[in-house]
């Protein structure tokens, strides 16, 4: 049996809403690569194989499933280790199509583990501009500025009814590792195979569901010019341009039509495969940023409860 088994990897999450149209129309105005596939959207990036999000026709916004990555070689581990904590295999929700090993997570989110490829960042993502060394010509020329197109899922933040109970069936059942935390309000979880500073994220509510999803750029004029970007399309409600304590990343968060968010996000902190992380529970006020606008009243608001 392999004690170290661990998800390596946010394989896919998966939300419906009640109507495609207005889906597509945000996710292709934030940049990503929209396909209709499989009875609703595929949510791409660009030069990426992964589909990193399935958007599912339903009555509401609401969060289905969430498919995580592992390895083949961990499978027999996962099953022996979920007998052993007695957990309860499921059968997979209507209209799911990811293989693998079915559970309940503890607010009732069916969670898949399933054999795939590694999709986190094994290595901290590049700077795409200025270049290190440069000195001169630091800013983009705004004549040749194009849109703004993410590289991959950095994360997901779900709202959970109890931090603690997730936190413990994620890093206990599943493998993940605790990189901060603030009490019961708040906690970031990373691979130990490599990821950035969280793969999965938990924020306190009244039931489970869908924050935000987190999308890597490659300069922090892309987080600015993502949410001019975002503004010129109609999605002006939001959060940002800021810098988180926890994480380090800088942000845009835009809010999306249901209530939830889609978030620029640069330089976050990377944790490589071995490191030990120096995990510690942060007061309040260092859960959220450093400095950026006023937090909006409703930021916290799970819509979906």
Not at 52 to 78: C, M, N, Q, S
Not at 257 to 268: H, K, N, R, T, V
Request: charged letters at 25%; hydrophobic letters at 40%; aromatic letters at 12%.
């Amino acid at each position: 049996m392999n004690d170290n088994a661990a998800v390596h990897s946010v394989h896919e999450f998966v939300f419906s809403v009640p109507e495609l149209a207005p889906a597509r129309q945000f996710y292709t105005s934030f940049g990503l690569d929209v396909r209709r596939e499989d009875g609703g959207l595929g949510l791409y990036t660009a030069g990426r194989a992964e589909r990193w999000a399935h958007v599912l026709p339903g009555t509401r916004k609401r969060l289905l499933w969430l498919v995580l990555g592992i390895y083949e070689r961990d499978v027999d581990a996962f099953v022996r280790r979920l007998a052993a904590l007695d957990i309860e295999r499921i059968a997979p929700p209507a209209g799911a199509t990811a293989d693998g090993i079915w559970v309940r997570s503890p607010d009732g989110l069916p969670v898949c583990l399933k054999v795939a490829a590694k999709c986190s960042p094994t290595d901290k993502a590049p700077r795409s501009f200025p270049p290190a060394a440069s000195t001169i010509g630091r800013a983009p020329q705004r004549s040749k500025v194009q849109q703004v197109r993410p590289r991959h899922l950095s994360h997901v933040l779900l709202f959970t009814k109890d931090v603690g109970a997730s936190l413990r069936f994620y890093t206990e059942a599943l493998g993940l590792r605790l990189s901060d935390r603030s009490g019961d309000i708040i906690a970031f979880l990373h691979s130990p195979h490599g990821s950035d500073h969280h793969l999965v994220a938990f924020a306190k509510s009244d039931d489970y569901g869908l924050h935000h999803s987190s999308w890597d750029v490659g300069s922090f004029d892309e987080v600015g010019l993502g949410a001019r970007q975002m503004a010129q399309a109609g999605y002006r409600d939001g959060w940002g341009v800021g810098r988180h304590v926890l994480g380090s990343n800088y942000f845009r968060y835009v809010r999306d039509p249901w209530g939830s968010y889609a978030e620029y996000s640069f330089d976050i902190d990377h944790i490589p495969a071995g490191t030990v992380w120096p995990a510690a529970d942060y007061p309040a006020e260092d859960s959220l940023y450093v400095w950026g606008p006023d937090l909006p009243d409703d930021f916290v608001r799970n819509y979906e409860a």
